[in-house]
């Protein structure tokens, strides 16, 4: 694991842009697409609003989520909508996105397909997570019902999983697709995230701190605020 610390939070969201930019671009010369997997929530917006206005060629990039609650673009908490509201504008708004909610009551039933679309992609290009304080990643969480299967080498590409308390189901990338990208990056900030991250480290059980299914080779952009 890899550790770079900024000074501040802005000037880490636009290294992080441009680390993101810089690497697809370095790809686009050798491949005809690339993939970049991104976390929804709040944090990585900053970065978004940078990586939507680099020039790239977007037309040959692939969008997809990390993780996604089980609910429509239209509401609040989708990730989807966080993406076509932050990153899809501007130059980034020519990627290719693809969405994993298809309007079930529950995911299983879709997933194969999103899973072999998913599939297509791998090995994922740049891969961009985020953590919890309870060292959750993804939608990878302590205590989720399907989380011994998603950290299982016989996981697909994508799964239904339900976290703790949450009144939604969510669908999440399996730790193999995770630790398949060619890039992996993980972004935090402040010292509870940062002190969550060095207690994954200690603990190494994915089951019980999930993040740490996915250290190796990982490199960690933190800020204190």
């Known amino acids: 694991m890899k550790f770079v610390e900024y000074t501040d939070s802005e000037i880490m969201w636009m290294d992080l842009a441009n680390t993101i930019a810089g690497e697809l671009n370095r790809a ?12 929804g929530g709040t944090t990585p917006g900053p970065a978004f609003d940078v990586l939507s206005a680099i020039s790239l060629d977007w037309d040959r990039v692939d969008v997809i989520l990390t993780d996604e609650r089980w609910v429509p673009e239209d509401s609040p908490r989708s990730n989807a909508r966080l993406l ?6 501007g130059k980034a ?10 309007g079930g009551a529950e995911p299983d039933v879709d997933l194969v397909d999103k899973s072999a679309e998913v599939r ?39 799964l239904a999983i339900h976290p703790p308390g949450s009144d939604e189901p ?10 398949g990208a060619m890039q992996k990056h993980l972004v935090i900030l402040g010292e509870e995230k ?5 207690k994954a480290a200690e603990i190494g059980d994915p089951l019980r701190a999930p ?4 250290l190796d080779g990982l490199t960690v952009h933190w800020a204190r605020d």
């Open 93 to 102: 708004a020519a990627a290719h996105f693809i969405p994993y909610y298809t």
């Open 211 to 214: 993040v740490a299914a996915v």
């Open 28 to 39: 686009l010369m050798t491949h005809d697409r690339v993939s970049l997997a991104v976390p």
């Open 84 to 89: 076509r509201e932050r990153l899809l504008i």
């Open 120 to 158: 297509a992609l791998t090995p994922l290009t740049f891969l961009l997570l985020g953590m919890g304080a309870d060292m959750h990643t993804a939608s990878l969480f302590p205590g989720a019902d399907r989380l011994a299967k998603a950290l299982g080498d016989d996981a697909p590409e994508l």
């Open 170 to 179: 969510r669908v999440t990338l399996s730790a193999n697709v995770l630790n």
């Open 194 to 198: 940062r002190e969550s991250l060095e």
